[in-house]
């Protein structure tokens, strides 16, 4: 069965919410590019590789960038203490029960943030592959990471974070054959899904296919 519009007690509330975000995403995109800061939302599962792609994109552009990287948790601040170490600049976001971020929360981590000496900012979103599709940040541009390990059927699941994503990135290549999941057949879930998104395969361990990352996203 299928829920009818309509029939989900909150939808009235839910409308607001997702317009009163969009608003304040709008706001925080005109405060990102007054200063001339670019913002990439990172979406994806926990586990996905989210802050290791981070981590290995911070490593190879800091020399080139001013970065700074806004970090959603639950409640952790394994993320961020993992990013910190490359000397970057880190706000912590503890969501609580919240399973993504939200262009409110987004507004107060700049706050904290020197943007006049920041060129670059890395969101990593609440691990989850389905409430931060619905939710724009203001970022420039939204990155979905999935990870091999996630299995075969994780495109078709979560259809909506890739309409919404402007590049995918599959992770964790090097376990394909041991997990029996076949990366063809993921990327043309992806291109079903949304034919225009761009795809890239990495191994973030090693650092394979992250230049071709930074490539994509214009850096
Ligand atoms: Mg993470």
Known sequence: MEAEEGEVFDIELEQSLLEANRRLAEQNRALLDRYGVKAIDVMGSVGSGKTSLIARMVELLRDRYRIAYIAGDLTTT??????????????????????????NLVAKALKRLDLASTDLIFIENVGN????????????????????TEGPYVVVKHPYIFMEADLAVINKIDLAEAMEVDVDKLEADIRTVNPSLRTVR???RTGEGVEEVIKALGL
């Not at 394994?78 to 262009?103: F, M």
């Not at 409430?131 to 999935?146: I, K």
């Open 78 to 103: 394994i993320d961020a203490d993992a990013i910190a170490r490359y000397g970057v600049p880190v706000v912590q976001i503890n969501t609580g029960k919240e399973c993504h971020l939200d262009a």
């Open 129 to 148: 592959l389905i409430c931060p599709a619905e939710f724009p940040l203001g970022s420039h541009q939204r990155l979905v990471v999935v990870s091999i």
């Open 202 to 204: 990495t191994c973030c």
